[in-house]
């Protein structure tokens, strides 16, 4: 199946601080990548969905202005927490969406686990 | 209440045991339905879609019930291996997946 890679897989950073994820579509072209985040023993929450060249499509409930998306190329999306407090520790997870046969597909990076102090 | 439930479990089963996982949906608007099977600290991974037909794919058969909204997999000899959170994964003909909470699978010698 397609490959996705995120980085960085795993990061602790201060209270305040930004930290910027990346997802990469390593063997086809996403137009379409998507953000989840899961907290321990619970489901994966889409926050958004980010296309390329335009504006990511956030769920109910998401910050915009906490969470910045960028979608600059057909391969690469990025997730910036903004002034990360401790309860945006979790683990993030991109996806990016093939068209197989007859379905998108989507398929899942690695994910990013994200400890605020 | 919740789009996707699921029983959270754990099942602890034995080796060789048949173990079976069901999932309920609300919306019926739903269109296409998927097993993922995700282990701990990683990414989901696409386990088997879910027809109405059903489907069976090795040990792993899945069954889809739109009238009941209502999804079900079935795991025979389960190995060591297969012990994993199993998420039912609805998609209501958009990109966006809805994910269940999981179900947790322990299988022990």
């Known amino acids: 199946g397609a490959v996705v890679s995120q980085h960085p897989s795993r990061v602790i950073c201060k209270s305040g601080t930004s930290v910027k994820i990346e997802c990469r579509s390593l063997d086809f072209q996403a137009t379409t990548m998507f953000w989840y985040r899961q907290f321990p023993k619970k489901s994966l929450m889409l926050m958004a969905t980010s296309n390329e060249g335009s504006k990511a499509t956030y769920e109910q409930g998401v910050e915009k202005d906490k969470f910045l998306i960028n979608h600059a190329s057909l391969t690469l999306s990025t997730l910036t927490v903004t002034s990360a407090h401790p309860e945006d520790s979790s683990f993030y997870i991109c996806s990016a969406s093939q068209y197989l046969s007859s379905y998108n597909e989507q398929f899942f990076g690695p994910g990013t686990r994200l400890t605020v102090l | 209440r919740k789009e996707v439930e699921q029983d959270p479990g754990p099942f602890n089963v034995p080796e060789g045991a048949t173990v079976a996982f069901n999932c309920t949906y609300s919306?019926?608007?739903?269109?296409?339905f998927f097993w993922y099977r995700q282990d701990c600290r990683k990414e989901p991974k696409l386990l088997m879609s879910?027809?109405?037909s059903g489907n069976e794919d090795g040990r792993f058969t899945a069954q889809l019930n739109r009238a009941s909204q209502y999804i079900s997999l079935l795991i025979r000899d389960s190995k060591l291996s297969d012990s994993a959170t199993y998420l039912c994964v609805v998609n209501r003909g958009t990109d966006k997946l809805i994910f269940g909470t999981g179900t947790r699978l322990q299988v022990f010698p």
């Open positions: 879910v027809y109405s």
């Open positions: 919306n019926s608007a739903s269109q296409s």
